[in-house]
């Protein structure tokens, strides 16, 4: 199983940014999904999450400018990112907890995609 992420770049404070997260493979089920970043000199923390039905969640720093949602059909969850902040600079990672056989899951994280918003 895969998590493959895109999106990521530079942008200016204010602007807007949409990452992908694709889980390919051996997969029976994808469940809970979700987006965590990490800066510089940090520890790694949770931005937001999507459950299969679609029940979200959101770090307080991001609510009102981050809208996270997903394709069960494609496996891929998006993260749509407005009114951005130079503190929301980090490296993005996606997260998934998928089912590989009826009776084993997993949590798997893609490679991470930076985003950069400048002054």
């Known amino acids: 199983v895969q998590l493959q992420a895109s999106g990521g770049g530079l942008v200016q404070a204010g602007g807007s940014l949409r990452l992908s997260c694709a889980a390919s493979?051996?997969?029976?089920?994808?469940?809970?999904m979700g987006w965590y970043r990490q800066a510089p000199g940090k520890q790694r923390e949770l931005v937001a999450t999507?459950?299969?039905?679609?029940?979200?969640n959101y770090a307080d720093s991001v609510k009102g400018r981050f809208t996270i949602s997903r394709d069960n059909a494609r496996n891929t969850v998006y993260l749509q990112m407005n009114s951005l902040k130079p503190g929301d600079t980090a490296v993005y990672y996606c997260?998934?907890?998928?089912?590989?056989?009826?009776?084993?899951?997993?949590?798997?994280w893609g490679q991470g995609t930076l985003v950069t918003v400048s002054s």
């Open positions: 997260n998934a907890y998928i089912a590989t056989s009826p009776f084993a899951g997993h949590d798997y």
């Open positions: 999507i459950t299969r039905s679609g029940t979200t």
């Open positions: 493979g051996s997969i029976i089920v994808v469940n809970g």
